[in-house]
């Protein structure tokens, strides 16, 4: 068994450090739990958005969000997160430096993209931000995932990562926190329904 942890967008902007962003309650607590998956993985993948102040999907303020939007690759209006250069797109505490991950993905870089997912960069799923060829490319058979947000980023890579077929695919919960209880049952009841190993913890994880 060949694993890759990976560290779903473990992002200052998701986290009650940082307010006017998307602060997901205990984001910036996982740091300990993503360590801890990752003492199990042959990889480390670190996954992080990255994108401009004006894009397409802004808005000034949380009410305006959630909007939908007609435009093919940004479903939804967003207040503005992530932005390089800022504190919400640095990593939350304790996790090691951009340095030392085997393999990293920046996504929603351009102003009319705001993928979820970290293996392509569009919604429609074209167009590949190389994870899946680099996890091939290193005989990786176990995808362990943890970070934020349960119910869109996490949601969305594990999805991807499952259709692909390549691998098993696991969701850590301990190592998880997502933005609204009703969105986050409905993700793991996706994820299982899909394929995905649900543990509660890294104690759970069986290794064959
Ligand atoms: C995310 C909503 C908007 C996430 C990113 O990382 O889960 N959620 N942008």
């Not at 890759?4 to 998701?14: C, G, L």
């Not at 006017?20 to 992080?48: H, M, S, W, Y």
């Not at 102003?111 to 005989?139: F, M, N, R, V």
């Not at 695919?169 to 899909?194: D, F, H, P, W």
């Amino acid at each position: 068994m060949i694993i890759a942890a990976i560290d779903v967008d473990p992002q200052k902007a998701f986290t009650p450090l940082c307010p006017n962003e998307l602060p997901v309650n205990e984001g910036d607590i996982i740091g300990p739990a993503l360590n801890a998956q990752a003492r199990k993985a042959n990889f480390r993948v670190l996954t992080k958005d990255a994108h401009q102040s004006k894009a397409i999907w802004t808005v000034d303020n949380h009410s305006q969000m959630l909007q939908p939007l007609d435009h093919p690759n940004a479903d939804l209006t967003w207040v503005s997160h992530a932005v390089p250069g800022t504190r919400g797109f640095e990593t939350i505490p304790e996790l090691p430096a951009v340095t030392d991950y085997d393999f990293v993905v920046w996504k929603g870089i351009e102003a009319d993209l705001h993928p979820y997912g970290a293996c392509y960069h569009d919604i429609a799923e074209q167009l590949s931000t190389g994870l899946i060829e680099w996890l091939i490319a290193k005989e990786v058979d176990t995808v362990l995932i943890g970070g934020l947000a349960t119910d869109y980023c996490v949601k969305t890579t594990a999805l991807q990562l499952v259709k692909n077929k390549q691998f098993k695919v696991i969701i850590n919960v301990e190592a998880c926190r997502g933005i609204a209880t009703e969105t986050i049952e409905l993700a793991y009841k996706e994820m299982s329904q899909a394929g995905i190993t649900i543990i509660q913890n890294i104690n759970d994880l069986q290794i064959h």
